[in-house]
């Protein structure tokens, strides 16, 4: 039931923009106690002051002062709700999302029926809905569909110093929405929460508001953290260096809980299991069982990393690691760590190795009771640093940036910051990506060191010299800024936003990721032409301003990145639908095989490494089929692995005995649920219901399956390297590609590597010793024509166009996708 609305004295005279009422909350007394310590409460009021007076509030506040749990609380209680109307709180990241809305479910004693959360696919949002947290990604869906955004009464941009891209995007929108709401008299009231004061992106941003939107500042109570600099220059093992300086810490300095800053979820489990080994914890080792269930992950892990330490040790090889974006979901976990089997996100797994054994052997006493903290990590195991440790214990949490600003652990007073952090990558024109670890930001590392004075007076030990912290960059760039912008702009076409370049972005991102974005889409159909006529410049404006297209439309609909959108909005064609949504979303997984290329401890387990990579190669050459099936490849493995192991039923044991990856085919079955639910959902009349084990395609609808997949992947074309290449030996069994001006090669897993098609399409270039082509497929030339026209070139080739360089990549890279096409390829002239 709606508790009863008491009407309250109002001073201001604009009953419009400021409820009357006030609804009380029953909250349980140790919760009002914890409230009430919190900074936030003292300005309570003149939050809501600036709330009912201006349509735009800005509020900057110290992580755990009390903004995300508190703000959406204030207004519920002043009626910022109704049957109608909504608060709505956007993160950038899923584990806030659900854990946020947990805790103020419990904070206000309210069901979870109406303090709820969205994410992509998962949420407990109901028809009694008044606060809902959700990603960022969600609430761009929304506007879509709703573009005045009619639920909500107050949305709540939170963590905006992310700058997360969509978190960029929906300022620009919601400035827009604010007024036409205004003018419609249904006022719609727009908070922007930060953990820093630099707002000025928003607030004196001309293009944004028009009215500069009041800043509140929260002062939380931040007690005196003292900044400990290594002297010595930064070591590269600093996951070592976090473990000594945690022993250290443990061994000599008073009580206190301990976070530590690693950067990748591999790191942090590994850290996590050589402290539970140096200072156990035996009483209801509940910190233990998280290691046996890891252990086995844990292990394959760290050998692979061992594998490619030792591959580190060749010259020339950075911590790079190519591959094309996956599938770009709404609400993409910012913190990378979904990719930790990327090269570099674990290099310096030394279980040991390195330390010498008295660092292993603790002389201390007292346990540590050790906890990760990442993203991905499931929400009962998260909720566990909230609660206080065992009695008699330490409590150290291993955390990646999520516990930078997202979430408040309390009773920290140490504060380990190795530096680091792993971001992705980008080239802006060819939109290959890598992870790498790099130098965190300034305003990262005082971030982190702030965790340690919520409190009391604390310590930060910074595993780097004062010198290195001053190189740092001050703030991390806006995301929008440094990533392909594609799927973007794609959803800003379906709101008819044709003029993308005059979009109020609160950072616009550059003009050649634009351009590379708008000409992508223009080649996938996306977008219709700009008709080609007259002077260059006034083309190129004409290209930053083509609308949508009927087929854009429809891929703006699909969940995924436009390349793979293309893909299903073709498949409707010849029943290849279920093949196309299994094929994705196994592009999306990684690496559905297990790997037996490791060093085996001994002979014994060599011989049997040595079988079960016989018996899976024997299993993909069975899954890649007959006849025009195999010219699938790679594709067609998948699709075959996929179809068996739900045959099977999908069980652990025969995942086991045929070489897959068992969570990588539970994560396929839920990902082709989820795009049968899209799909579904999109096109209403599909009606499709898919089964697991679905038939294999026929010969026919393999080949429909290879040009959907080229349609989509049109700028991953390879072809043959050409007589002049192969006159330099570096060309042997190369393939030139569309987007670089080195030879790339089909990776030896692949099911092609010894065909070496003439054409193929590929999913990805990943960078090891060479440049390698993953998911492989065969096309047939006299496809591009039909289906990739704006690649193709019929007439002279034209000259080569100068190379050019990016500097995000230290890649050399061809000037154009379709400039290149149009270079390097002259097709056979087809009758269309
Ligand atoms: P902010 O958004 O300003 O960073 P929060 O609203 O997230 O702050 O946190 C306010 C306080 O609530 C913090 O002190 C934090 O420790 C506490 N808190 C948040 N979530 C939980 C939880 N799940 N369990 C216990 N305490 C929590
Ligand atoms: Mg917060």
């Keep these: 039931a709606v508790p009863s609305a008491t009407v309250c004295q109002t001073a201001s005279n604009k009953p419009s923009c400021k409820p009357a009422v006030f609804i009380p909350v029953d909250r349980a007394p140790e919760i009002q106690e914890a409230r009430l310590k919190l900074p936030i409460l003292a300005e309570e009021q003149s939050i809501m002051e600036a709330i009912n007076e201006n349509p735009v509030v800005v509020i900057c506040g110290e992580t755990g002062s009390g903004k995300t749990t508190q703000v959406p609380q204030f207004l519920y209680e002043a009626g910022y709700t109704s049957s109608t109307g909504a608060i709505g709180i956007t993160e950038p990241r899923r584990v806030a999302a659900v854990s946020m809305s947990q805790r103020v479910a419990k904070e206000m004693n309210l069901s979870r029926r109406v303090v709820s959360y969205q994410i992509r696919y998962e949420g407990n949002v109901t028809d009694e809905t008044q606060i809902k947290f959700m990603t960022d990604g969600v609430l761009l869906k929304e506007i879509q569909k709703d573009f005045l955004l009619s639920k909500y ?93 945690v022993c250290k810490i443990h061994r000599m300095l008073p009580s206190g809980g301990i976070l530590v800053f690693l950067t990748g979820q591999a790191e942090v489990h590994s850290l996590c299991r050589r402290l539970r080994k140096a200072f156990p914890f035996q009483k209801n080792n509940t910190a233990g069982d998280d290691d046996k269930e890891e252990s086995v992950e844990e292990i394959r892990k760290f050998k692979k990393s061992r594998k490619r330490k030792k591959a580190m040790t060749l010259p020339k090889i950075d911590l790079d690691n190519y591959s094309v974006i996956p599938v770009d979901e709404g609400d993409e976990d910012r913190d990378a760590e979904t990719d930790d089997d990327v090269a570099g996100s674990d290099l310096d797994l030394d279980l040991g190795d390195a330390d010498s054994e008295e660092d292993e052997k603790s002389d201390s006493s007292l346990p540590l009771y050790v906890l990760p903290l990442y993203s991905l990590l499931a929400p009962e195991k998260q909720a566990k640093v909230f609660r206080p440790p065992p009695p008699g214990t330490r409590l150290c949490v291993v955390a990646t940036n999520v516990a930078e600003t997202s979430l408040t652990i309390p009773g920290i007073k140490y504060v380990v910051d190795c530096g680091k952090v792993k971001k992705r990558f980008y080239d802006k024109i060819t939109g290959v990506s890598s992870f790498r670890v790099t130098w965190t930001s300034q305003a990262s590392a005082n971030q982190r060191a702030g965790r340690a004075g919520r409190t009391e007076p604390g310590h930060c030990y910074r595993l780097y010299s004062s010198a290195v912290f001053m190189d740092f960059e001050q703030f991390s760039a806006p995301e929008i800024t440094k990533r392909p912008v594609e799927d973007l702009i794609l959803q800003m076409k379906a709101l008819n936003i044709e003029k993308v370049i005059n979009f109020p972005f609160p950072t616009p991102p550059p003009a050649e990721a634009l351009a590379a974005a708008e000409e992508l889409l223009i080649a996938l159909g996306a977008l219709k032409e700009p008709l080609m006529t007259g002077r260059l410049k006034e083309q190129q404006t004409a290209k930053l301003s083509c609308p949508i297209s009927p087929l854009g439309r429809v891929m703006a609909t699909f969940p995924v990145a436009p390349r793979y959108a293309k893909m299903l909005a073709l498949s409707r064609q010849h029943d290849c639908l279920p093949y196309t949504i299994t094929i994705v979303s196994a592009m999306t997984v990684r690496e559905l095989f297990e790997e037996y290329d490791r060093p085996a401890v001994s002979e014994e387990e060599t011989a049997k490494l040595k079988g079960k990579k016989a018996r899976l190669l024997q299993m993909q050459r069975i899954w890649a089929g007959q006849g025009l099936l195999q010219k699938l490849g790679d594709l067609m493995v998948m699709l075959g692995a996929v179809g068996a192991c739900e045959y099977a039923g999908c069980t652990p044991k025969f995942c086991e005995e045929n070489g897959l990856r068992y969570k990588a085919m539970l994560e396929i079955r839920r990902l082709r649920g989820q795009l049968t639910t899209a799909v579904n959902s999109v096109c209403s009349d599909a009606g499709l219901y898919i089964d697991p084990k679905m038939k294999p395609p026929t010969e026919a609808q393999a080949t429909y399956l290879r040009q959907i997949v080229l349609a989509g992947l049109g700028d991953h074309v390879a072809r043959r390297a050409q007589a002049e290449e192969l006159l330099d030996d570096k060309w042997k069994n190369a393939y030139k590609t569309a987007l670089l001006d080195e030879p790339v090669f089909i990776h030896p897993s692949s099911i092609l590597f010894k065909q070496l098609p003439e054409f193929v399409v590929y999913q990805e270039i990943v960078e090891t010793t060479k440049l390698y082509m993953k998911g492989v497929s065969a096309v047939e030339p006299e496809w591009i024509p039909v289906l990739l026209p704006p690649y193709c070139h019929f007439g002279k080739p034209l000259e080569n166009p100068p190379p050019s360089y990016c500097p995000e990549t230290g890649r050399i890279r061809c000037h154009r996708p379709s400039v290149f096409y149009r270079v390097s390829w002259q097709l056979p002239a087809v009758e269309v």
Excluded: W
């Design 153 to 245: 009464k107050v949305v709540i941009i939170d963590e905006a110093h992310e700058r997360s891209m969509y978190t960029d995007i929906l300022i620009g929108l919601l400035s827009r929405i604010v007024p036409l709401r205004e003018k419609k008299g249904l006022p719609l009231k727009l908070i922007i929460m930060s953990a820093t004061l630099r707002v000025e992106d928003f607030t004196e941003n001309k293009r944004l508001f028009s009215a500069v939107p009041p800043v509140i500042q929260v002062d939380a109570r931040q007690f005196p953290v003292t900044i400990h600099f290594n002297k010595k220059t930064p070591l590269d093992d600093y996951s070592g260096e976090c473990f000594r300086k």
